[in-house]
């Protein structure tokens, strides 16, 4: 059987990378990542202070920014509005959310429901952590949907798009300017295309390396990713029948490898720890709202948890 996308390519080689750059992020993959995001908001705000340091040039963006959140999150989208003017990117990014149809979406047949686990398949041999798609994971669904609906039916060409606790790194902009460019956008224009900006901190942020793009890398990048609203067409058509993977999963795995693809390196943008310490206790990750057919087969904690899987998902 082959190798899913994400196995073939989680190691991306960066060009240039000696032996003490291995040994930084070797030395990265054995830090807590709470250690991790404290070490990068620390860089961030140094070089937000740095006189004449470079921001985000955003210009050719014409959809600007797109926010996936939740009405209640208030201060999450005011954390995001921070940022995004502290970069030098719009600060207006409308906010995205699903409403009373996630109840409907949930009870019927367009969500995957167990058995089989919607991730492996398996009935009596899946041993997955969260085989049931939950809740709040509909709802995200269909809070990407709606900025996907937004933008395919929008007059305008590029969007970034956000979830509402992005976290930008030190080299935001360097690798803004460097990489998501107007050219870049020109040259992607028409066809289906999503630049990912950044994912899950992890050990392939510790990168000194000058700016590139990967194309064909796979990375979940479904907190700050650039695209198209040729991109935002397809997605919004192969997720009209049947949600059957988490978003990320479904976004990078699924659809995106069949289009133009470019990870940034180093990846730039990433979640807050907000995040990270907001994560709940895997019994309180139960739908809460309305039952399924099938109650949760299991909610065991994810071991990826605490060490991020590399792929640079939420797990
Ligand atoms: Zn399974």
């Not at 003490?20 to 705000?45: I, K, M, T, Y």
């Not at 942020?205 to 935002?232: F, I, K, Q, T």
Request: hydrophobic letters at 35%; glycine letters at 6%.
């Amino acid at each position: 059987m082959p190798l899913p996308p994400w196995a073939r390519r989680l190691d991306f080689a960066r060009a240039g990378a000696d032996e003490a750059f291995h040994a930084r992020q070797r030395a990265a993959r054995r830090s807590p990542v709470g250690r991790l995001h404290e070490e990068f908001a620390a860089e961030a705000e140094r070089a937000l202070r740095e006189p004449g340091a470079p921001r985000c040039d955003a210009g050719h963006l014409d959809g600007g920014v797109l926010c996936v959140s939740l009405a209640s999150c208030a201060a999450r989208r005011e954390h995001t509005l921070r940022e995004l003017g502290a970069w030098g990117l719009p600060r207006r990014a409308p906010a995205v959310e699903a409403d009373l149809e996630v109840l409907e979406w949930y009870n019927s047949d367009r969500v995957a429901k167990y058995p089989p686990c919607f991730r492996c398949g398996g009935i009596m041999t899946c041993l997955c952590p969260n085989n049931v798609l939950l809740v709040e994971q509909v709802a995200n669904w269909l809070s990407f949907r709606r900025a996907w609906r937004t933008m395919a039916e929008g007059p305008h060409d590029w969007y970034l798009l956000v979830e509402d606790d992005v976290k930008f790194t030190r080299r935001a902009a360097e690798c803004w300017n460097a990489l998501v460019t107007p050219a870049l956008l020109q040259r992607c224009s028409g066809l289906p295309c999503i630049v990912r900006c950044g994912w899950q901190l992890w050990w392939d942020y510790v990168d000194d390396l000058p700016p590139e793009l990967a194309e064909g890398v796979v990375r979940m990048s479904n907190h700050c990713s650039v695209l198209n609203r040729s991109m935002a067409a397809d997605l919004l058509q192969a997720s009209d029948r049947l949600l059957s993977d988490t978003s990320d999963v479904f976004v990078h795995e699924r659809v995106a490898p069949r289009h133009r693809i470019s990870p940034c390196f180093p990846p730039s943008p990433t979640t807050s720890r907000a995040r990270l310490q907001s994560r709940p206790p895997s019994d309180r990750r139960a739908p809460r709202v309305m039952t399924q057919t099938t109650p949760p087969q299991s909610t065991r904690r994810c071991a990826s948890r605490r060490a991020p899987c590399g792929r640079g998902c939420s797990c």
